[in-house]
């Protein structure tokens, strides 16, 4: 069995695991970590033994939070029952550019798509089938995470997907779909990128510049209060700022602004 992401913890991974029991017992032979972020590397342990494939930077970050990983796994409703043990478990096999894998007559590529969303992504394609998982390069009626992101490489990397033989995209968040919802991704992107401009050139803080925006349709995706973090991203790329590290201290400074402002319209 090729697994595509390990789930954020153990509930989640359990019940990953269950489900793919209901159809096979085979072994799991490779898990692909799309990045680092934990939502999509936290199951790692429960698929061991496996050989866990990524991006060098992928495994940089993942070795990185070692030091910091609690013993347990906090308790919380649907996610950990705070009595498993949590072990920090990197990917083994790194690679970039591209890698194939034979699964009997069906071909896996892996395909590194860098920088985007983080500076490791990954993205599992099946050319026979016109399948592509794509991490969280994809968001469909989510609001996308800027906070580690190259956000004009990442738009590049939209346009390149969608010239490529793929129709069905399943995305690190939302529901399943194709190049219908990847080039509403695009747009979010532009119509975010064009007002948040407009507002850095004014002199608004990116805390104001959140606060005054309004999407449109976007308002109403999952996630709407991720226009601060996203705001401080592109802000950063206005200045020439940006750094694979996501910027805490700017994130928590317009997060303050975005909710004074927001108090007082209520």
């Keep these: ?21 209901k159809i096979t017992d085979k072994p799991f032979r490779h898990l692909i970590n799309t990045h680092h972020h934990s939502d999509h590397v936290g199951g790692n342990q429960y698929f061991m033994p496996v050989e866990i494939v990524a991006h060098p930077y992928v495994r940089e970050e993942v070795l990185k939070t070692a030091a910091t990983t609690p013993p347990l796994w906090t308790k919380r409703e649907g996610f950990a029952e705070g009595t498993e043990e949590r072990k920090v478990v990197a990917p083994t096999t790194t690679f970039e550019g591209q890698l194939t894998y034979y699964y009997g007559k069906t071909i896996v590529e892996l395909i590194t798509m860098t920088p985007s969303h983080t500076w490791g ?31 004009p490489k990442w738009l590049e990397i939209l346009d390149k997907i969608n010239a490529m033989d793929v129709e069905t995209i399943v995305p690190g968040h939302g529901p399943i779909g194709g190049k219908k919802e990847l080039k509403e991704m695009g747009e979010y992107f532009r119509v975010l990128h064009s007002e948040a401009k407009k507002r850095f050139e004014s002199g ?7 606060a005054d925006i309004r999407l449109g349709k976007f308002d109403n995706w999952i996630g709407p209060e991720q226009i601060v973090m996203n705001v401080v991203r ?20 317009a997060t303050l602004e975005y909710n004074a402002i927001k108090s007082k319209v209520r």
């Design 204 to 210: 608004m803080s990116a805390g104001e510049a959140a």
């Design 234 to 253: 592109l802000y950063n790329h206005f200045k020439g700022s940006v750094l694979p590290d996501a910027d805490r201290d700017g994130m928590l400074k």
């Design 1 to 21: 069995m090729l697994v595509i992401d390990a789930t954020a913890g153990p509930i989640h991974a359990k019940n990953f695991i269950a489900a793919i029991r």
């Design 121 to 151: 992504d990954t993205v599992v394609y099946l050319p026979q089938h016109k399948i592509m998982w794509a991490g969280d390069i994809g968001f469909f009626y989510v609001v996308p995470f800027f906070q580690n992101a190259h956000v």
